[in-house]
C-alpha cells in the first residue's frame, strides 16, 4: 500500500468509486473519467507501478480479475468489442503510479481508432536490425 496512491485509497475504500468487480487479489472500478460507457480500470490489491513489478501469480490473478471484468461489462452494456491496455509509463500516459488495466468498450461506428492509433512513429532501423538487437537477450538465440 502507498499512502499518496489514490489507487491504493480506493482498495481501503477510503476513496468513493464505482467497484464493479472485486476479489482477493484484484479490485475494478468504473473510471471517473469515461471515454466511453463503462470505461473501467482493473487494478491489482497490492501497489505495483508497472507489470514488471509482478510474479507469475499476481499476473495470473490480474489477468482472471481482467477475463471476469470483461465478461461481465459484455453481459450488461453489450459492447461490440473493447480496447483493453496499460497506459505504461509517463511517456506513454501513466498518470497513477498503481498499475491499472484500462477497459474500454467498443461500438461500431464509435469514432474511435485501434491501438495502432495511438503512435505513429516509424523506426529507421529495419525489422531485421531490431530483431537482432532484440533477440539476442531473449529465450531464441
Ligand atoms: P492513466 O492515465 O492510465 O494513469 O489513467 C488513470 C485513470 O484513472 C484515468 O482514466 C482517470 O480518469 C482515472 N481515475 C483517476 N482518479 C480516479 C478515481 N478516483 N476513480 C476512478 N478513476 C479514476
Ligand atoms: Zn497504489
Redesign the pocket.
Known amino acids: 500500500m502507498d499512502n499518496n496512491c ?2 491504493c ?2 482498495i481501503k475504500k477510503e ?4 467497484i464493479i468487480y472485486e476479489d482477493q487479489n484484484v479490485i475494478s ?7 466511453t460507457i463503462a ?1 473501467t ?1 482493473v487494478i491489482p490489491k497490492k501497489h505495483y507501478s508497472t507489470i514488471l513489478d509482478l510474479s507469475n501469480d499476481d499476473i495470473l490473478q490480474l489477468f482472471s480479475g481482467l477475463q471476469k471484468v470483461v465478461d461481465l461489462i459484455k453481459k450488461t452494456i453489450n459492447p461490440d468489442g473493447f480496447n483493453i491496455g ?2 505504461h509509463g509517463r511517456v ?6 498503481h498499475l ?1 488495466i ?1 477497459v474500454l468498450p467498443r461500438f461500431f461506428n464509435d469514432g474511435g481508432g485501434s491501438i495502432h492509433s495511438i503512435i505513429f512513429n516509424k523506426p529507421k532501423e529495419s525489422l531485421d536490425e531490431i530483431y537482432e538487437k532484440i533477440k539476442k537477450y531473449g529465450n531464441r538465440s
Open positions: 489514490i489507487f485509497k480506493i476513496l468513493e468509486s464505482k472500478f468504473l473510471d471517473i473519467n469515461p471515454h470505461h480500470v496499460i497506459n506513454a500516459g501513466q498518470v497513477i503510479d491499472h484500462h
